[in-house]
């Protein structure tokens, strides 16, 4: 073998050479991404279209609880763990989940929301969201030390029926002991 690892005991060249060149054809051939080529995509803003409770009914019926307009656009239900008392070193906290749904121009509706679950309610929880088609997109504690054991779950999703999005919240919430009612 060489000085310079060129080449491995049976006269091949080395892996190390051989990634080397590798990294380097690209760039010799001329073929290494340009900046203009990688420019981000210019999205167009696209808003909310305004709407009352009363166009929210389906999704207030199929959660078992009235919702509350906010800015014009924003349908928001709340889910307080009245089932639990959550302490943190002594402190007794407020725990809740909350969902809000605002509808597009294009029909569809997104929804985004947060669940509290307890540790056990975790696992059935994140595996109906998923079952319904909703993205979980964080899952997190607040405080470092919670009795029981806690975890709030992030998630969002968009369909063209909201009951849909509230049929798969209401699932998510079935697998916790959430109060179905207000």
């Not at 964080?138 to 779950?153: F, G, N, S």
């Amino acid at each position: 073998m060489s000085a310079r690892g060129a080449e491995d005991g049976r006269g091949n060249p080395s892996r190390r050479r051989l990634l080397a060149v590798a990294a380097t054809v690209p760039v010799l051939v001329g073929s290494a991404p340009r900046a203009a080529a990688v420019e981000p995509a210019r999205r167009q803003t696209v808003m909310p279209v305004p709407t009352v409770e009363a166009d929210w009914g389906e999704v207030a019926e199929v959660l078992g609880r009235p919702g509350t307009m906010a800015d014009g656009s924003v349908y928001r239900v709340r889910f307080t763990r009245q089932d639990l008392p959550v302490t943190t070193y002594g402190v007794r906290l407020f725990v809740g989940s909350y969902a809000a749904f605002t509808r597009y121009g294009d029909g569809r509706t997104l929804l985004m929301g947060s669940l509290s679950v307890t540790e056990a309610e975790l696992q059935p929880a994140v595996d109906a969201l998923h079952e319904g088609g909703l993205d979980v997109t964080a899952v997190h504690k607040h405080l470092l030390a919670h009795e029981p054991a806690m975890w709030w779950v992030h998630f969002h999703g968009h369909a063209l029926a909201p009951s849909a999005l509230a049929r798969t919240l209401r699932a998510a919430l079935d697998a916790t002991d959430t109060t179905p009612a207000a």
